[in-house]
């Protein structure tokens, strides 16, 4: 218990800066890309299990999910389609856009913004600041793109290196 107070009371030279975290989304960007694009076109609705998202379905899932939350967080409105993309080629166009949108507004975004408290539907939480909202997509964004690695290894198919 004793690190956690430390890290709760270290110096903000601790956490990353702005550019580091800016740096960090571009990387989760082109590596969730980097894992979509590795499956082929024909098995985009594969599913590992019957109760799972499809694998073009949990790709979509990652980039809106943070969108969505990043509208929350700035205010602003994406000009983004939010009909599920069909083909392999819209999956990665929309997601891609997802993300650029969500990456160019976490740079706009003030400490007011960051430090706001907003309504979730989240289990465990109902209000969270923008903060945390943010660390939250980034592990859900590992978390469905590790998914989405199963996929690819459930049809033999390798994932690209880990990248971070």
């Given at each position: ?163 971070f």
């Amino acid at each position: 218990m004793l690190p956690l107070l430390l890290l709760l009371f270290a110096p903000a030279d601790h956490f990353p800066t702005m550019e580091e975290w800016i740096h960090d989304w571009e990387v989760q960007r082109d590596f969730t890309i980097a894992v979509a694009q590795k499956m082929p076109a024909e098995l985009y609705d594969f599913k590992a299990t019957p109760e799972e998202m499809a694998f073009g379905v949990m790709v979509v899932h990652i980039g809106a999910s943070l969108g969505g939350n990043v509208q929350q967080i700035s205010g602003t409105k994406a000009q983004i389609s939010i009909r599920q993309p069909k083909t392999k080629d819209e999956v990665l166009k929309v997601t891609r856009e997802w993300f650029d949108y969500s990456i160019d507004q976490i740079r706009k975004l003030s400490s007011e913004q960051l430090a706001r408290e907003h309504e979730v539907n989240w289990e465990g939480r109902k209000t969270t600041t923008g903060r945390q909202m943010l660390l939250n997509m980034f592990a859900h964004t590992a978390h469905h793109r590790g998914q989405l690695e199963v996929y690819l290894r459930l049809k033999e198919i390798a994932p690209p290196f880990y990248t971070f």
